[in-house]
């Protein structure tokens, strides 16, 4: 059977954590791929820890439940490394893409990432920059394509420009292609030692 690469997203509410978890679900459709991408919410209320998640397999998808053990977990708000374990479950070859601007040890030592692979991206000051506000969802999908190599950047980028323009004005859809781009060239890889 081939494998389902099963990723779980760790944000607070209003980071949009749901936004990106379908986000990637939907461009790995367009590249010819089965995916499903849904929310988990705890309180619903800005600012509550939520999860998201995303499927992505070359073959249908028959599971329908959250994701308990995960190949990789994007943490959002590195705020969640203190107040959630989010590596639980994380498979011993997974990677955990952070959100921060800290040193890579600190950020394995407050993840209890073990010997994991670790990225790191700094995709708040990226969406400050970028995008004017900080939702680091969009920077993030970059991070993960660079660091996982699931699918193609470019079809990420074509995805979602189209979605976004049906939406959004022209200056707004460029800004958040930019911030994907940037996270993408800008993600720092490193290897965890317990």
């Known amino acids: 059977?081939?494998?389902?690469?099963?990723?779980?997203?760790?944000?607070?509410?209003?980071?949009g954590a749901k936004t990106a978890a379908t986000l990637l679900a939907e461009a790995a459709i367009h590249e010819g791929?089965?995916?499903q991408g849904f929310p988990e919410y705890g309180p619903e209320r800005m600012g509550a820890p939520m999860r998201g998640y995303t499927r992505i397999a070359g073959v249908p998808i028959r599971r329908h439940c959250s994701i308990e053990e995960p190949d990789v977990v994007v943490v959002l708000d590195e705020t969640l490394l203190e107040s959630e374990n989010v590596c639980d479950g994380l498979s011993d070859d997974g990677c955990i893409i952070v959100n921060s601007k800290r040193s890579p040890e600190d950020?394995?030592?407050?993840a209890s990432a073990g010997e994991r692979d670790v990225w790191i991206v700094d995709a708040t000051g990226i969406s400050l920059k970028e995008l004017k506000r900080d939702i680091p969802n969009t920077p993030m999908i970059?991070?993960?394509?660079?660091?996982t190599g699931i699918m193609k950047l470019e079809t990420v980028l074509a995805d979602m420009e189209k979605?976004?323009?049906k939406k959004f004005k022209k200056n707004i859809v460029d800004s958040n292609l930019v911030a994907v781009k940037r996270a993408y060239e800008e993600v720092v890889h490193s290897k965890c030692q317990s």
């Open 142 to 147: 970059g991070a993960l394509v660079k660091a």
């Open 163 to 165: 979605k976004f323009s």
């Open 107 to 110: 950020v394995c030592k407050a």
């Open 33 to 35: 791929k089965y995916s």
């Open 1 to 15: 059977m081939e494998k389902i690469t099963e990723i779980r997203w760790h944000a607070r509410g209003g980071q």
